[in-house]
């Protein structure tokens, strides 16, 4: 039964109303949510389930505004039970639904035990909000509100980098809010209906009385029991092996359809299994000693050593990919030509990623070390998961060997990926950002351009401190950061697409940016040319751009998602080169990877290798490419990285023994094979 109250307007009710009116004329402010200007038949212009559920939700949030009256005890007490079990589940379909699942039919073709564990998370969750309030309708409030927020980033990050939410983000987060400026949250038809959803949700959990769950000795018991779930909830979701045996992953290109298949909170919760490394198979330290022995003393780490040591300059092009080697791309002009015709004293060619899209501090993280993704738990950020002492690599190489001030140069936040942290471990001696750029710059799309970051470079060339030491600088670039809005307002529309791809806009204005970065790329090799001190320049691309998905179904002629092995590695192609000023043999490089480059670079400059180094050097010519993804043997053929039938299984376990040891060796760690003496 439902008790009557009186029914004079409160002044709440009143706020209440204003509020969705608001909201009324917010949504209608937005044509984008229920009109589409382009269709040439009127009815066909409105999207009418926006019109229709949209307007439903919102007549159904007045109507629980509007309603008066309350509940007998006796109804509220059995609303309240039915509340606290549907609610946990209601939040489920809400949000799979807002992750692209629709209700009912797909939902329930999620496998049984995978749809079983997705739901007990949320029950989990909802028995936590119990222990904290002792009121179903406390705990109702905040699983919805919980699920909103979670929901919406998770939409929110998948439209923005094409990955929802995994647990290295955590890691992540300032450099999150260091970015979160310069990109405009996506409000569409989903997200509207989703908060829409929040609402009527919250209005109808707000109806019931508020009851208390438990009395102290109750609560106690519950807590009790809260805890024991708590500890097997982690250990089945977390630290054992368990998800992995039922095969809930997501090892494949665009996670987020993991996250369809397998329900959004099981995947997620997944992901925070990937933050630890276990121990390769049979790994210790006197096993990689004697692995470290064979490449330590061999002939030549020293041998090649020039008379002068050059200058050496990293750069790191954020995005830089040359798209019509990935596939049927067709073009008004070339977007890259002085990298096309780049050829005296130069090394090119290809250079495959372990990342795609995003985590940029992966690409930089392979190449500064040696190591490889290939290794390590799929989507993680060494520099913010693993880097917690001094670091083997390139930097601490030259340092060793009486280059002057090692310095690093990234025009965006000192903060993205803990950089701030990582660089000194690495050996840098001073990391400069945009703060060390004048006030008035030339940006695109809010960042630094290309050119202006040359400037910057050599500038702190012309003005280092010992000119008589060789000078060593590594960059990240920043202007072709994501996302791109289609406008080519700031870099002009030279490059346009044709045949089967025009209309993408955002991929014009990317090809458009790549068109700048060429020009700015020609003036930095302008400069050096005309430099006395030799000088070698390491150039290459992080990843590719994260584009709209059906650009790369059409460039690539076939359905991304379906991509795996061989196929799939399309997407982590990218281009590099190695030029010097002074004459060097040229070549032209078919196939390697980020963890090479070091190496590659080092035979160039003729500067002493590690041992490491040494056994990155021997690798190459068996297995020239290595990434996240998987290798190419010196055979032509592909295999997976854990394939042990491959014939150079016993060459892939060795790197993962000396990686692991370099990385999490700690007082066991090789140091004489990773750093130089």
Not at 121 to 128: E, P, Q, R, S
Not at 296 to 319: H, L
Not at 471 to 486: A, E, R
Not at 594 to 615: E, H, M, P, R, W
């Amino acid at each position: 039964m439902i008790r009557h109250k009186d029914r004079k307007m409160t002044g709440k009710k009143k706020i209440l109303l204003l509020m969705e009116g608001v909201l009324a004329v917010a949504y209608f402010a937005m044509p984008e949510l229920y009109y589409n200007p382009l269709e040439k038949n009127f009815f066909d212009r409105f999207y009418a389930d926006s019109l229709i559920i949209c307007g439903f939700l919102w007549g159904v949030l007045v109507f629980l505004t509007i309603k008066d009256g309350k509940f007998s005890e006796k109804t509220n007490h059995i609303l309240t039970g039915a509340a606290g079990l549907l609610i946990p589940f209601a939040c489920f379909l809400w949000l799979e639904f807002y992750n692209d699942m629709q209700f009912w039919v797909p939902v329930f073709e999620i496998p049984k035990k995978y749809l079983f564990l997705d739901l007990l998370i949320y029950y989990v969750i909802f028995a936590l909000f119990l222990l904290v309030f002792n009121s179903i309708r406390s705990a109702g409030i905040g699983m919805v509100t919980v699920t909103a927020c979670f929901g919406f980033l998770n939409y929110q990050l998948t439209v923005f980098r094409s990955m929802a939410f995994i647990a290295s983000d955590l890691y992540s987060l300032r450099t999150a809010v260091s970015v979160a400026g310069t990109y405009k949250p996506e409000i569409d038809v989903d997200t509207a209906e989703f908060f829409l959803l929040a609402l009527v949700m919250l209005a109808l959990v707000l109806k019931l009385d508020r009851e208390k769950l438990f009395h102290r000795k109750g609560r106690l018991a519950w807590l009790a029991a809260c805890c024991l779930l708590f500890a097997g909830f982690v250990n089945v979701y977390v630290t054992s092996d368990y998800l992995e045996k039922i095969g809930v992953d997501f090892r494949v290109y665009r996670p987020q359809y993991k996250y369809r298949y397998y329900g959004t909170l099981l995947t997620t919760m997944r992901t925070f299994g990937y933050l630890h490394v276990t121990e390769p198979e049979g790994y210790s330290r006197e096993v990689v000693e004697k692995i470290a022995k064979t490449y330590q003393y061999k002939a030549g780490s020293s041998d090649t050593r020039a008379e002068k040591k050059p200058n050496i300059v990293i750069v790191m092009n954020e995005s830089f990919a040359d798209l019509k080697a990935v596939g049927n791309l067709d073009v008004s002009e070339d977007y890259m030509p002085y990298f096309h015709q780049l050829k005296k004293n130069t090394i090119k060619g290809y250079t495959y990623a372990s990342v795609f899209g995003g985590n940029t501090a992966n690409s930089e993280f392979e190449c500064l070390t040696g190591n490889t993704l290939a290794f390590l738990p799929d989507n993680s950020v060494p520099y913010q998961l693993f880097l917690r002492e001094k670091t083997a690599g390139l930097t601490d190489t030259l340092k060793k060997q009486g280059y002057g001030s090692c310095l690093a140069l990234h025009p965006f936040y000192e903060t993205g990926y803990s950089r701030y942290k990582v660089y000194p471990l690495m050996g840098f001696d001073r990391f400069y950002t945009s703060d060390d750029f004048p006030l008035f710059v030339d940006t695109v799309n809010y960042h630094i351009t290309d050119s202006e970051n040359y400037k910057k470079l050599i500038r702190l060339y012309e003005n280092r401190q010992d000119k008589n030491k060789p000078f060593y600088l590594f960059n990240v670039t920043m202007q072709n950061h994501g996302s791109y809005d289609g406008s080519t307002a700031q870099t002009g529309n030279q490059v346009r697409l044709e045949g089967n791809l025009k209309g993408y806009g955002t991929a014009e204005e990317y090809l458009n940016m790549i068109k700048m970065s060429d020009r700015a790329l020609k003036e930095l090799i302008r400069y050096f040319k005309k430099v006395k001190d030799p000088t070698v320049i390491l150039f290459f691309g992080d990843h590719q751009p994260d584009l709209e998905e059906s650009f790369y179904d059409s460039l690539l002629g076939t359905d991304v998602k379906d991509l795996e092995g061989e196929e799939l590695e399309k997407l982590y192609k990218v281009p590099f080169c190695i030029w010097a000023n002074y004459d060097i043999e040229e070549k032209y490089v078919e196939k390697t990877s980020n963890n090479y480059l070091s190496v590659l670079l080092a035979d160039v400059a003729g500067i002493q290798k590690t041992g490491y180094q040494n056994f990155l050097s021997s690798l190459r010519e068996k297995i020239p490419c290595i990434n996240a993804i998987g290798y190419w043997g010196e055979d032509g053929k592909f295999y997976k990285t854990d394939d042990k039938k491959s014939p150079y299984y016993p060459l892939i376990h060795q790197y993962d023994l000396l990686e692991y040891n370099n990385l999490f060796g700690k007082e066991k760690q090789i140091k004489d094979f990773f750093f130089l003496r």
